[in-house]
């Protein structure tokens, strides 16, 4: 029976020496044949030296990968992390089946460069020894003295029996008196003799009665296997439920088909009402009529719009034509023309411009005027104020640790902060509270002066003096002459500003003296537009209200036209719309109207459209259905069929099978008592041909029945039985004999012939026995040679003759050191493996290793890692090459062929 093949399904690579961060995963490969083809240093070799580390469980030190592998149907898996190391089956934790040693795993890479440079001695002498039977047959004829070489008369044994031949003839002539009883003694011994022979027969044909019991229990039983039907030796005991099984998923499958028989019949009569064409309405359609139906509300919409907006223009210009005048018509007023109507208004607007630009001046100037008439102090003397007073402060109050920049930089603070506070207001007067505050606590504790001069300094100012001579009286009136001095400086602002705005005013006048003049020239122009005076005209107010009157009728009713003509516009496209919209749907709908309909119309094609599609799609669906169950259905039968069929049965039958399942145990029962039946008569058959007497009477015994046998083996007992009796007589006589001698020389002499007699036969049988080993040997290496043609030397010749195309024969070279040869049957001559081209020596190690993993493998069949083996190969024995491995796999061999050559996939592929 062949064993299982153990199938690489994915390998996953996280890292690997060379790849520390692992490789792409390889996932679904082929139970037969898989190329795995990348450039060098792509991570081909390291798979391939991967795979035997994981299976052998080799240097995993520093590999982490993964391993799915099928064996029968059953899940395994392999894990290596970092030297840990672990097989599961089926998700549990197992163990991986026996594998040939791990020494020999290098047999199954066939890699080019170690193919070309191994010699496979190993492999030599394994197949010697294999022709051989499996037995080392030179070690056993040495061992066991088989020799085609006598020994010669000078032996010692010769010798000792010629003294004591003459040493007897000298005991006889003196000792006469006893050749009587000698005479009576020799007859004793030949009846010993033929006694001893008795019992060897009856031994022998004791054997002979065994193996014929034997053979009569053998006989028996096999008569009872025949009245067995013949089909439980191929019955496994599962057909019959796997017969139940097949007919109930038949009867669903068949269910099923009706079922969807039934969906498809439903679907096409819908389709069939829906009343579309049979390929349906085109997308571009749809998509045409959606547009187009779009446009259309559009369009009408648009009129809606349109409709609208023209009442509004119709009132608008009947409200602007009333402001003008109320007897007028819009056919009474011809429209401005363009450019004077827009000349006029920038004149209008330029006129606007200067005249409100002369209104901000002039009142601007007045309310600068109104703010200079605030008396104010003069701002030199409030600056000498405020430097007296802080040079008060700083006589009369010096600060410790502070120098004397830092008050100026107090002062400045402060000129800013009153600054802050008239734009601020409230918010700058309490910053300078608080600078005040600070100067105040600094000030704290010091010492004071009286500061009379700068009292005279202050008074000489002329500016009121301060409430009260003192810090707080002084920083009150500081505070005030700072207010003083900022609003000092924003009168001079104030006048700079003022001067500012009347030159501005001055430089408007030749503008406005222009105006003027344009002014009297439009009157002149449009003085006689009817429903306005003269004096109306000379008013700008007046001239432009009627101005924007007249605009704004003249907008009204340009606006109203636009309006009426986009509306015949849209009316056009309207019809247009219409027309191409029931040129579209002139087979498939009824004509439309308006925008509305058409919407309508478009919504329902489009609904019956995908439900079309939708139920076309489902029949398809259903059709791949019903295919597929038809195909299951079909495969079921066969596999019905084929059951049937392997058990030579008519379909329907399984009852029969039924009524055999119940047999199958007494039978198998039975096959094994025969099976042990056969064994113990081929151990009897074995120990009666073991016999030294089987040979002699070999003829004389096949004749025999059981009968008869038993009756030669009691005659022979009988004769047997008398040994003992036949023993007793002799040692009598031979004490008489010896109570009768004067002394024990003759004995002595006898026994020393018996000796030298014996030794000669065992040396005679020594020789014979010699001689016939070394016969049988020889006979047993011819034999087991044409014996042993089919095994692994011979399926090695035939493949490597089939890889050569008959070129070359296989043979072993056995004297000396064991290799192989090639004979080659062109030029009929044998040659040593350097002597061949590098190409077909791969081919005969190829043959050679191929034919060796069978031999080795007990229990799973493993994977053939092929390395560019085809690289040193022409075309015809490249195929061949491919060839042989591909028988290799249909024998359930999964193969690897790893390459980095393009033309090593397309002779793959040209395969």
């Known amino acids: 029976m062949s064993n299982p093949s153990l199938l690489i399904k994915d390998i996953s690579v996280y890292k690997l020496p060379g790849f520390p961060r692992g490789m792409l995963p390889l996932h679904d490969f082929a139970r037969h044949i898989n190329i795995i083809a990348g450039p060098n240093g792509s991570g081909k070799s390291s798979t391939a030296r991967l795979i035997r580390q994981l299976l052998w469980q080799q240097q995993l030190g520093s590999v982490h990968a993964d391993f799915m592998l099928d064996i029968s149907g059953v899940q395994w898996g392999i894990q290596a992390d970092n030297g840990h190391y672990r097989v599961l089956r089926e998700g549990q934790p197992d163990t991986l089946p026996s594998l040939p040693a791990a020494d020999e795993s290098k047999r199954y890479l066939l890699a080019l460069h170690e193919l070309v440079g191994d010699m496979d001695t190993d492999l030599a002498a394994l197949l010697i020894r294999e022709a ?18 006598t020994k010669q008369r000078t032996i010692t044994e010769y010798r000792q029996y010629n003294e004591a031949k003459i040493k007897i003839a000298g005991i006889e002539n003196r000792q006469k008196q006893l050749t009587t009883k000698a005479d009576s003694l020799q007859s004793l011994f030949k009846a010993r003799n033929e006694a001893a022979a008795a019992s060897n027969y009856h031994d022998l044909y004791t054997c002979l009665i065994a193996s014929l019991n034997a053979g009569d229990t053998l006989n028996r039983l096999q008569h009872l296997l025949d009245d067995y039907p013949p089909q439980l030796r191929i019955l496994t005991g599962q057909e019959f439920d796997r017969i139940v099984a097949l007919e109930g998923e038949i009867q669903i499958n068949n269910r099923s088909i009706e079922t969807i028989s039934g969906e498809i019949h439903r679907k096409e009569t819908r389709i069939s009402e829906l009343n579309l064409p049979e390929k349906g309405i085109s997308k571009a359609l749809l998509e045409e009529l959606h547009t187009r139906v779009d446009t259309l509300l559009s369009i009408e919409q648009k009129l809606g719009s349109l409709d609208i907006d023209i009442a509004g223009a119709e009132l608008m210009t009947a409200e602007a034509l009333e402001k003008l005048a109320s007897e007028l018509r819009n056919t009474d007023i011809k429209p401005l023309d363009v450019s004077g109507t827009v000349r006029l208004a920038q004149f209008m607007e330029g006129a606007h411009r200067l005249l409100s630009e002369k209104q901000y001046l002039e009142t601007t100037v007045g309310q600068l005027k109104k703010e200079q008439q605030i008396a104010a102090e003069d701002p030199s003397k409030i600056q000498e104020g405020i430097n007296a007073l802080l040079l008060w402060y700083q006589e009369r109050s010096p600060l410790d640790g502070i120098p004397a920049w830092a008050l100026w930089v107090l002062l400045l603070l402060g000129i800013i902060t009153g600054v802050a506070t008239l734009l601020l207001g409230w918010l700058g007067l309490i910053t300078i509270l608080l600078m005040l505050g600070f100067l105040l606590y600094a000030a704290r504790g010091k010492r004071a002066d009286d500061g009379e001069v700068r009292k005279k300094d202050f008074v000489r100012t002329g500016l009121r003096e301060p ?76 001239l432009y209200w009627f101005l924007a009157s007249l605009l704004t009728w003249q907008q009204c009713f340009a606006q109203l036209k636009a309006l009426e003509e986009q509306k015949v516009l849209a009316l056009d496209q309207q019809k247009n719309l219409l027309s191409a919209i029931n040129v579209l749907i002139k087979d498939i709908a009824a004509e439309v109207a308006d925008g509305a309909t058409a919407k309508g119309m478009y919504r329902q094609l489009q609904a019956d459209e995908t439900e079309r599609s939708t139920l076309s799609e489902a029949v398809k669906q259903h059709n791949v259905q019903l295919e597929d169950k038809k195909g299951l259905g079909k495969k079921l039968a066969d596999e019905l069929a084929a059951i049937y069929e392997r058990l030579e049965l008519e379909e329907g039958k399984k009852e029969e099978i039924w009524v055999w399942n119940q047999q199958l145990a007494a039978f198998r029962q039975l096959h094994k008592d025969h099976q042990d039946a056969g064994t113990l008569h081929s151990d009897k058959n074995q120990t009666l041909k073991a016999h030294n007497l089987f040979l002699e009477i070999e003829s004389e015994l096949d004749a025999l029945t059981l009968d008869e046998a038993k009756l030669k083996c009691a005659a022979f007992k009988q004769q047997a039985d008398k040994l003992d009796e036949l023993n007793k007589q002799i040692i009598e006589i031979e004490r008489d004999i010896e109570h009768e001698k004067e002394g024990t020389a003759m004995e002595d002499a006898l026994a020393i012939k018996e000796a030298s007699l014996n030794g000669l036969e065992q040396i005679y049988l020594n020789n014979l026995s010699a001689m016939t080993g070394d016969l049988v040997v020889g006979l047993l290496k011819e034999t087991y040679r044409e014996q042993n043609s089919a095994g692994i030397f011979g399926k090695a010749n035939q493949l490597f003759s089939r890889i050569t195309n008959g070129r070359y024969q296989l043979t072993v070279e056995e004297s000396g050191a064991p290799a192989f040869r090639a004979y080659d049957t062109i030029y009929k001559n044998w040659l040593e493996l350097s002597q061949l081209s590098t190409g077909t020596r791969i081919q005969l190690l190829l043959a050679v290793r191929l034919a060796f993993i069978e031999m080795q493998e007990q229990n799973v069949k493993l994977p053939i890692l092929a390395d560019e083996i085809l690289a040193n190969s022409d075309d015809l024995r490249a195929k061949e090459i491919i060839s042989a491995l591909a028988e290799i796999s249909k024998e359930g061999r999964q193969v690897f062929y790893f390459t980095a050559q393009a033309d090593e996939i397309d002779k793959w592929n040209s395969f």
Do not use: F
């Open 132 to 149: 051989s039977g499996g037995y080392d047959l030179p070690a056993a004829q040495h061992k066991l003295g088989y020799d085609s070489r």
């Open 467 to 542: 409430q009260q001579w003192d810090i707080p009286g002084v920083a009150a009136r500081l505070e005030e002459l700072n207010i003083a001095s900022q609003e000092a400086k924003r009168l001079n602002l104030l006048a700079v500003q003022l001067k500012t705005q009347e030159d501005a005013l001055t430089d408007l006048l030749p503008r406005l003296a222009k105006l003027d003049e344009q002014r009297d020239l439009w009157l002149n122009e449009i003085g006689v537009i009817p429903l306005l005076s003269a004096d109306e005209l000379k008013d700008y107010s007046g």
